[in-house]
């Protein structure tokens, strides 16, 4: 079970930092991934991490602000959310296909979720 945590409530331009880990169970050998639903859309895939944290995978529109690293001997994924805007309003959530390799940003493609934190970025 996939545990996400750290979201809250946060003015535009302010930054946050999620973390992902795993209840009983080890991360290290499995690519985590992040992903959003905000209100009335589809999950949208962020950005992946492999299970050695040598690569990573990010949509071309947030990897400026969006960050995601992994410290397996903590058994945390993190995403660092920087210059945060309205529009990222969304509960995140981390995902997992128990693969080491990412499998794209599809939510589709990843079977296991944490049931997610919500991310409100209001004045």
């Known amino acids: 079970q996939l545990q996400a945590s750290g979201g809250g409530l946060v003015q535009p331009g302010g930054s946050l930092r999620l973390s992902c880990t795993a209840s009983?169970?080890?991360?290290?050998?499995?690519?985590i991934a992040w992903f959003r639903q905000a209100p009335g859309k589809e999950r949208e895939g962020i950005s992946c991490?492999?299970?050695?944290?040598?690569?990573?995978y990010s949509i071309d529109s947030m990897k400026d602000r969006f960050t995601i690293s992994r410290d397996n001997g903590k058994n945390m994924v993190y995403l660092q959310m920087n210059n945060l805007k309205p529009d990222d309003t969304a509960i995140y959530f981390c995902a997992t296909g128990r693969e080491r390799s990412c499998s794209g940003m599809t939510a589709g493609n990843y079977e296991y979720w944490g049931q997610g934190t919500l991310v409100t970025v209001s004045s």
């Open positions: 009983g169970r080890t991360l290290r050998y499995w690519a």
């Open positions: 991490i492999h299970s050695t944290g040598d690569s990573r």
